[in-house]
Nanobody, 118 residues
Framework: QVQLVESGGGSVQPGGSLRLSCKAS????????MGWYRQGPGKQRELVAT???????KYADFVQGRFTISRDDIWKAVHLQMNSLRPEDTAVYYC????????????WGQGTQVTVSS
């Protein structure tokens, strides 16, 4: 059974930082690209950042150097360090695992809420 369990969400003031983590089980982690997506109030889910099995990273334009995605293949975890948070970053953040080279083999976590407000 595949499980992606996110943690690290919470409430923070503008300009603050949070570190999201996602722990995977039930998959061969090193064969999966990992990603973070988010869904804000009344918005569609959107990509935040991804990291390939080889460590190549990709970020959405709105990240603008504020976030860093990393992976730990030993602990089967992916992290998202978020700095300089803005109110518009408020969303539910979801972890995604995507089996590289195959379609239709991707998995989602349950999401973790991030709220940026003064």
């Amino acid at each position: 059974q595949v499980q992606l369990v996110e943690s690290g969400g919470g409430s923070v003031q503008p300009g603050g930082s949070l570190r999201l983590s996602c722990k995977a089980s039930g998959i061969i982690f090193m064969r999966h690209a990992m990603g973070w997506y988010r869904q804000g109030p009344g918005k569609q889910r959107e990509l935040v950042a991804t990291i390939s099995t080889g460590g190549v990273t990709k970020y959405a334009d709105f990240v603008q150097g504020r976030f860093t995605i990393s992976r730990d293949d030993i602990w089967k975890a992916v992290h998202l360090q978020m700095n300089s948070l803005r109110p518009e970053d408020t969303a539910v953040y979801y972890c995604n695992a995507d089996l590289e080279g195959y379609s239709g083999y991707d998995y989602w976590g349950q999401g973790t809420q991030v709220t940026v407000s003064s």
